[in-house]
């Protein structure tokens, strides 16, 4: 089975950090592209943040340089590190693998930036 599931969200003032976590089931890191998307109320969702099985990672230009995506292959887990956080990451963020013609999502976890 085929699964992914993020945690680690929550309310964060502006300024502050979190550690968002996707852990996988029955996904290879070698065959499958993860990825961070994210989606708030009203708004296209967009891509945030990708690994590749070599590590080769690709940042949208407004997280460059506040957040980190990592793996660790042996807990088959992919982490979003969000430093900086601003009210415009407000949304929720969803884990994605892609692979040559599959694509499987998780479920989401609700990021909120308020003061």
């Known amino acids: 089975q085929e699964q992914l599931v993020e945690s680690g969200g929550g309310l964060v003032q502006p300024g502050g950090s979190l550690r968002l976590s996707c852990a996988a089931s029955?996904?290879?890191?070698?065959?499958?592209?993860m990825g961070w998307f994210r989606q708030d109320l009203g708004k296209q969702r967009e891509l945030v943040a990708t690994?590749?099985?070599?590590?080769?990672?690709y940042y949208s230009d407004s997280v460059t340089g506040r957040f980190t995506i990592s793996a660790d292959n042996a807990k088959n887990t992919v982490y979003l590190q969000m430093n900086g956080l601003k009210p415009e990451d407000t949304a929720v963020y969803y884990c994605?693998?892609?692979?040559?013609?599959?694509?499987?999502w998780g479920q989401g976890t609700q990021v909120t930036v308020s003061s």
């Open positions: 994605n693998a892609r692979g040559w013609i599959k694509d499987y």
């Open positions: 029955g996904i290879d890191f070698s065959t499958y592209v």
């Open positions: 690994i590749s099985s070599g590590e080769r990672t």
